[in-house]
């Protein structure tokens, strides 16, 4: 196996320097409705692409029609709960968020299986059951929903995914209490630790899902400001658990996701400081994952080395996006001699799809097709590059019109995707929906 040069832990100075600028400067001016608090879209792109489709877009009509497809899926799936569990987490309350760490095993040459055995890569089928597969299911059923209401107006589906987010979040009956305290726990632990707190990684998106949603009917004033609620009680606990000491402080694509989380919930929620304090962490990041080459060390580390390395690019890539809400030109940060996204996606991209074979280990299936639909997206959005649409097409062939990312990250004049605004001023804070403990 190829071995791959060492990637240094602090962020050149020029670099910081250059950060430290884009971060002074940072200010846009206040869009005063909630379409206007997209974190990963623009919403004035998606007005103009709603336009477009409803005129008859040839380019946006497959995926539109793929979209309507899974939401009539949608239509029937859930509500999801974290009380539908039978045995709840060691803190004996059926609202708290559990699951298991998924690679690690019941040692069969034990009684009680302890202590577990740890086996890298290869899941543990318990660990994929329960809460973890309920927030999956909501995240995934609540996007396509809330994405299908913005093209097509149908309250149906935004009736739908209204009572998908109330369920979980917001019907004291059925609600999950905000934080991941028994996130990825291993057997003969009574706590999970910060690895858990990847099991949210699509929080954001659904942040997104309901600003889609602020048009209709089904979705209220009040239920919006409830679940701003519910994400900033979590993004307080997020910032002041010992899990998410650990989470921030994770060198690999444990902590870019959490910075994801933390910079999207702090939007979201009108704490745009915070996201800067996020967002700020991004060249040290970049420095300390990716080699000048553009390999991940962290990930190719791993098992599921290709998988990794896609997720880890997808978290930068997104908090490129979350760097676009507060002014923060992200995408040009990193010098790509120095090694940086772009150059981390060059990386992989020979090895997408039906490409040349990944001389690293990868002993499942690599999966992260939404994914890596994004990243090739992204780029061809933001650096003008012919050669990531061609990668588009060879990875996704003619189906690759069908992809999502269509719809959210339409083709534009001039092809540059314009960040949408962020309030520089916090909503009124709401009150909490669950007392401390």
């Known amino acids: 196996m190829p071995r791959r040069p060492r990637v240094g832990a ?49 380019a946006l009509a497959p995926a539109l029609a793929r979209l309507r497809e899974e ?15 039978t045995t709840p987490p060691p803190g004996g309350d059926v609202h708290d968020y559990a699951s298991l760490a998924p690679y690690w095993w019941p040692d069969p040459d034990k009684p009680d299986g302890l202590p577990p055995l740890h086996r890298d890569g290869e899941v543990y089928p318990p660990s994929r059951q329960g809460d973890v597969a309920r927030l999956e299911s909501l995240s995934e059923n609540v996007c396509a929903l809330a994405l299908g209401y913005w093209y097509t107006g149908d309250e149906a589906m935004a009736g739908r995914a209204s009572l998908l987010l109330r369920t979980f979040f917001l019907d004291p009956a059925t609600a999950m209490r905000p934080h991941l305290r028994f996130a990825q726990m291993t057997p003969g632990k009574a706590q ?3 690895f858990g707190i990847i099991d949210a990684r699509r929080l954001p998106e659904v942040c997104d899902a309901a600003t889609l949603l602020s048009g209709s009917r089904a979705w209220s004033e009040a239920d919006m400001a409830g679940l701003r609620a519910w994400v900033a009680a979590y993004l307080d606990w997020l910032l002041e658990s010992p899990q998410g000491r650990q989470a921030r402080e994770a060198r690999n694509n444990q902590g870019s996701w959490y910075d994801v989380q933390v910079a999207g919930c702090a939007l979201f929620c009108g704490r745009p400081q915070q996201a ?22 962290l990930e190719l580390a791993r098992t599921r080395s290709l998988s990794y390395s896609l997720s880890n690019l997808e978290a930068l890539f997104r908090l490129m996006l979350l760097g676009d809400r507060l002014g923060l030109d992200l995408w040009h940060a990193a010098a790509t001699d120095k090694g940086g996204p772009r150059r981390a996606l ?77 309030s520089p001023t916090p909503p009124p804070r709401q009150p909490d929906l669950w007392p401390p403990g």
């Not at 002074?24 to 974190?39: K, N, Q, W």
């Not at 939401?71 to 569990?85: E, L, N, W």
């Not at 800067?276 to 060390?297: M, S, T």
Request: net charge positive.
């Open 276 to 297: 800067r304090e996020a967002l700020a962490r991004f060249p040290e990041r970049v420095a300390a994952q990716i080699a000048p080459d553009g390999a991940q060390p």
């Open 192 to 194: 999970g630790s910060g």
């Open 71 to 85: 939401c009539a899926d949608a239509m029937a799936a859930g509500p999801f709960t974290v009380t539908a569990k």
């Open 346 to 422: 060059e990386f992989l991209m020979p090895y997408l799809g039906q490409g040349a074979p990944w001389p690293y280990e990868q002993i499942t299936p690599v999966g992260h097709a939404q994914g890596q639909a994004l990243l090739l997206r992204l780029a061809a959005l933001h650096y003008g590059d012919p050669a990531y649409g061609a990668a588009f097409d060879r990875v996704f062939g003619k189906k690759g019109a069908k992809r999502r990312v269509w719809l959210l990250y339409p083709a534009q004049p001039g092809g540059r995707f314009e960040a949408a605004a962020v």
């Open 10 to 58: 602090a962020c050149p100075r020029r670099l910081w320097l250059l950060f430290a600028l884009l971060l002074l400067g940072a200010t846009r001016a206040l869009a005063g409705s909630d379409a206007d608090r997209l974190l990963f879209s623009s919403h004035d792109v998606l007005v103009a692409a709603r336009e477009a489709a409803a005129a008859g877009d040839p």
